[in-house]
C-alpha cells in the first residue's frame, strides 16, 4: 500500500510516531514523507512574526530530513497551503491514503475537514499522539466538558493509562519516483536565511535528539525535587521541555513514561510533574470542546470588563522597565530566550491584567509571538486564568504582589540579577522593591531611581484597588 505520511508543525519525529510506523509496515508498503512549506508562516514577512519558533522548526525540519534520510526515504517538501498540495501530490502519487496526527485547534480541524474533502475516495487517517487522553475521551458523568481541573485531573487519572511510546522504525522503503507534477511543486529546505529570521543564540536547540537529552538532563538531575524547585526562579529547577511537546519532538506519553520511571523514588516530584502534563491535557481539552475562547474569555461576563488603553504602560511591560523587578525580569528573559519561567509568567500576566488592566488577549499574543513553546490551547489557559476570567480560573479578586513574589521565589535576587543587571548589586533585602531601600544602598550599588532603573510605574496597593472595583461590578453582574 502506497501512504503519504503528512508530517506537520506538531510531530517532527521519528520515535512514537504511529502514522509513520504504520505506514512503513508490510512487505509491499511504500512511504511517502512530506511536509509542506505553506508561505502562511515561511514567507519572510510572515516568519518574522514568530522568530523564536521558527528558529527551532527550521532547525528541527533538517533534523528530521537527516533521520529520514539515514532510514532510507527522503522527506518531501512541496510549497502551497496544505488544503491544495495534500490532495494534489496524493493523487498525483497514487497514494491509497493520506496518514497524520490530530490536531485541537479549530482551524487545524477546518483544514483537515476541507482535506477530507478535497481527497475524495483517498482515505484520510488521523492517529492520537498529541495528548495524553483523546478529546471526549475524559468527560463529565453527564457526557459533558469539565471545565474545572481537579475533577479533570481525577477522571483522567481512572480513566486513562497512557500508552507506551512506540519505538523508531528501523528503515524505511525507498522513496517512489516522483511523477513531474510532484517535482514541480518541491522547494529547498527552509534555513534561518530564506525566512529572514535573525539566528538568536540564546534559544535552545530544535531538533528531536536535543529534545530527547533535554529530557534525559532533567530526569537525571532537577527532576528529583521538581515540586520544590519548579516556582524557584534563580536556579534550573523545570524540565524546559514545553518547546520539545509544542513542537512534537517529544510525545506526552514519552515523557510521562520517562518521568515516571525515573522519578518512582520521588512520590512529591513525580506527583507534580506528571499534574503539570495533565494541566497541559486540560487546556487542549478545553480549546477542543470550546475552541471559541482564542477569541473571547470563557466566562463571557468579562466581554464587557473595561480594559484600558494605556500604551505607555504596555511598553514599559513589554521592554521590561515597569519598575517592578520580577516583571521586568520575565519581559526581557522572553526576548532574550524565547522562555518565560512558568512563575514569573503568572506574575507578569497578572501585573498587565490586574496592576495595569490592559487586555490580557494583548499579552497573550505577545507571548505566542515570541514564545519558542507559544502553544495556542496552554498559552491561552494560562492567560485567562492569569486575567481571572477562564475556565478553572485563579480568582479575579486574587492579585499577585509582584513585590512579595519576588522575595518568596526568588528571595536572593538571583533571578532579577541575571535580567535586570543594572540592580545586580543591589542587597537581597531591596532587590524586589529597590524604591523602598536607603538612599545610601542604592548609591553603593549605583542605582539612581528614575534615571538607570525606573521607579514603579503603578503603586500596588492603589491598582488592585482600581482593578478590584472593575472586577466587583462585572461579577455582580453575572451573578
Known sequence: MRTLVWFRGKDLRLHDHAPLLEASRGRDAE?????????????????????????????????????IEALGSR??????????????????????????HRWSEPFGRERDRRVAERLGPILFELFEGETLAAPGQVMTQGGKP????????????????PEEPLARPRALPPLPALPRDVRALEVPLPTLASTGVTENPGLLPGGEKAARKRLSAFLRGAAARYDVGRNELGVAGTS?????????????????????????????AWAAFSNELVWRDFAYHVLYHQPEVLRHPFRRAWEGFEWRNDAEGWNAWVTGKTGY???DASARQLLAEGFVHNRARMISASFLCKHLMIDFRLGEAHYLKFLTDGDWASNDLGWQWSAGCGVDAQPWFRVFNPVTQGQKFDPDGAYVRRWVPELARVPAKWIHDPWNAPSAELAR???????????????????????????????????
Not at 146 to 161: C, D, E, H, I
Request: hydrophobic share 50%; net charge positive; no cysteine.
Open 146 to 161: 469539565f471545565s474545572v481541573f481537579s475533577p479533570f485531573a481525577r477522571a483522567l487519572a481512572k480513566t486513562v493509562v
Open 75 to 100: 522527506l518531501v517538501l512541496v510549497g502551497g497551503k496544505s488544503v491544495d498540495v495534500v490532495p494534489e501530490v496524493a493523487r498525483a502519487m497514487r497514494a491509497s491514503r493520506v496518514v497524520a
Open 31 to 67: 512511504v511517502i514523507p512530506l511536509f509542506v512549506v505553506d508561505p502562511y508562516f515561511f514567507a519572510p514577512e510572515r516568519a518574522k512574526e514568530l522568530p523564536s519558533r521558527m528558529q527551532y522548526l527550521v532547525a528541527t525540519l533538517a533534523e528530521l530530513a537527516e533521520g
Open 325 to 327: 523587578p520580577v516583571v
Open 240 to 268: 524546559r521541555l514545553s518547546q520539545d511537546l509544542k513542537f512534537g519532538t517529544l510525545t506526552a506519553r514519552t515523557v510521562w513514561h520517562a518521568a515516571k520511571d525515573a522519578l518512582a523514588k520521588h512520590p512529591k
Open 445 to 479: 550599588a549605583g542605582v539612581e531611581l528614575g534615571r538607570t532603573y525606573p521607579a514603579p510605574i503603578v503603586d500596588h496597593a492603589l491598582a488592585r484597588g482600581r482593578f478590584l472595583a472593575t472586577a466587583e461590578e462585572i461579577v455582580s453582574r453575572s451573578r
